[in-house]
T-cell receptor, first 112, second 115 residues
């Protein structure tokens, strides 16, 4: 079956540091890939997505590129802010069905 | 536009008791999902509805969990009887249709504690 593996946290960075959160997946076919974010006390919300190989999703300064050859979708941001502190989830879904398979989540803590 | 509504937000019960959760999706969204998120893990899909029909319930523990969406709008998830391992946050999500091109919008969740 499908699975998503993320780097374990917590990841602790200073403000303005570079962020990478690794994500790899196992799936048949060509799923769509997603990053969701859960801010403290709030619900899950979509951060960015990519629907085919070599697509780059981007939002709020975050980016991730769909790499089929390495089955990866790593999340990056050039300069993190304290307000980026949250739990980040990598996920995939097949286009027919839209049932999300999530990774375990990575907690990011950004210190001023 | 109102988001996905869930109630209650918190529930504490003893094992072997019953509990029900309610979800009202975004207006016009045909597809509704229930996920279980155990502390420290990612959400796991329990059941997916398209209008009032079940699309996938392969990961729903049917001996104790049931869900319905009778009129194709709001939905109820029930656990009877509850076990300690059912302690989790139960998330409801909705999307316009079942294609992965349609964003899923999540509600705030119901946190269940089974003692």
């Amino acid at each position: 079956g499908d699975s998503v593996t993320q780097m374990e946290g917590p990841v602790t960075l200073s403000e303005e540091a570079f962020l990478t959160i690794n994500c790899t997946y196992t799936a048949t076919g060509y799923p769509s890939l997603f990053w969701y974010v859960q801010y403290p006390g709030e619900g899950l919300q979509l951060l960015l997505k990519a629907t085919k190989a070599d697509d780059k999703g981007s939002n709020k300064g975050f980016e991730a590129t769909y790499r089929k050859e390495t089955t990866s979708f790593h999340l990056e941001k050039g300069s993190v802010q304290v307000s980026d502190s949250a739990v980040y989830f990598c996920a995939l879904a097949h286009n027919a069905g839209n049932m999300l398979t999530f990774g375990g989540g990575t907690r990011l803590m950004v210190k001023p | 536009e109102a988001g996905v509504a869930q109630s209650p937000r918190y529930k504490i019960i003893e094992k072997r008791q019953s509990v029900a959760f309610w979800c009202n999706p975004i207006s016009g969204h045909a597809t509704l999902y229930w996920y279980q998120q155990i502390l420290g893990q990612g959400p796991k899909l329990l059941i997916q509805f398209q209008n009032n029909g079940v699309v996938d319930d392969s990961q729903l523990p049917k001996d104790r969990f049931s869900a319905e969406r009778l009129k194709g709008v709001d939905s109820t998830l029930k656990i009877q009887p509850a076990k300690l391992e059912d302690s989790a946050v139960y998330l409801c999500a909705s999307s316009l249709q079942t294609s992965a091109l349609n964003e899923q919008f999540f509600g705030p969740g119901t946190r269940l504690t089974v003692l």
